[in-house]
């Protein structure tokens, strides 16, 4: 009874699974990869471009005689994890109906596995446009999650405060922020959090030079990112501060 339930759950899962055999040649290397099953979830996301009973039994070249974009890259990762017997994930792209999967790969036995697919295409577009977005545009630029981990930043930043975006990405970015000016920062990301759009916000950001540069903000947050454009007002409000001494005196 319950192995007629688990038949029942894989077939009937809303996610699209599959379940391999590995085959090895002469040295132990995998080489290829047999269906043993695949679910209705499975049919649907590639494209119902093969009936189940014409997938079951057949190798992966046969069934993909072209392989799928980006194969070197997620052939070596799935060879990895199959040789250790590890999980893993990687990303396949599929010409046919234009979409990007991410595939769970998990260990079964020694010569077998299950692979559980999402469709991530959205996600990936959204990378795309965020990067052509960033690329272009001459401001500071970033987009960070909602506790202000930079997730992705633009060439300005190199210019104006000497860090690179592999230096910056998946940094915090109050570790970067004055002292005197972390309160008020943190208030305007309590404020952020709340959706609000937050215009002409100034405080010290520190460069990699270790000086600080005076950056006024425009940020918003739009579902679980914010998306924040910055200029450097060092001079201006240096040149403001000199001015207002002089007429102090």
């Not at 039994?57 to 799935?78: I, N, Q």
Request: negative net charge.
């Amino acid at each position: 009874m319950f192995e007629q339930c688990y038949i029942h759950f894989f077939n009937k899962s809303p996610i699209a699974n599959s379940i391999h055999r590995v085959i090895f040649n002469e040295e132990g290397s995998p080489i290829d990869y047999e269906f043993l099953s695949v679910n209705q979830e499975y049919m649907k996301l590639m494209g119902d471009q093969f009936q189940e009973k014409e997938i079951k039994g057949r190798r992966f070249y046969e069934v993909f005689p072209d392989g799928w974009d980006g194969e070197e890259a997620w052939k070596g990762t799935l060879e990895r994890a199959v040789l250790a017997r590890e999980s893993t994930v990687f990303h396949i792209f599929l010409q046919n109906s234009q979409k990007w999967i991410r595939v769970v790969f998990f260990p079964l036995t020694n010569e077998t596995f299950g692979c559980i697919y999402f469709d991530v295409t959205k996600e990936f577009k959204q990378g795309e446009q965020i990067a052509a977005f960033l690329k272009i545009n001459i401001d500071i630029l970033c987009v960070a999650d909602l506790e202000w981990n930079f997730i992705r930043v633009n060439k300005a930043f190199e210019k104006v405060l000497g860090y690179t975006a592999q230096e910056l990405e998946g940094k915090n970015f109050l570790g970067l922020i004055h002292e005197d000016d972390i309160q008020k920062s943190m208030e305007a990301m309590e404020r952020l959090g709340r959706q609000e759009i937050i215009t002409k916000f100034v405080n010290r950001v520190k460069g990699k030079d270790g000086t600080y540069r005076y950056l006024e903000w425009h940020s918003q947050a739009y579902e679980k990112y914010i998306y924040a454009a910055a200029r450097d007002i060092t001079e201006t409000k240096r040149l403001h501060e000199r001015l207002y001494e002089q007429n102090i005196e």
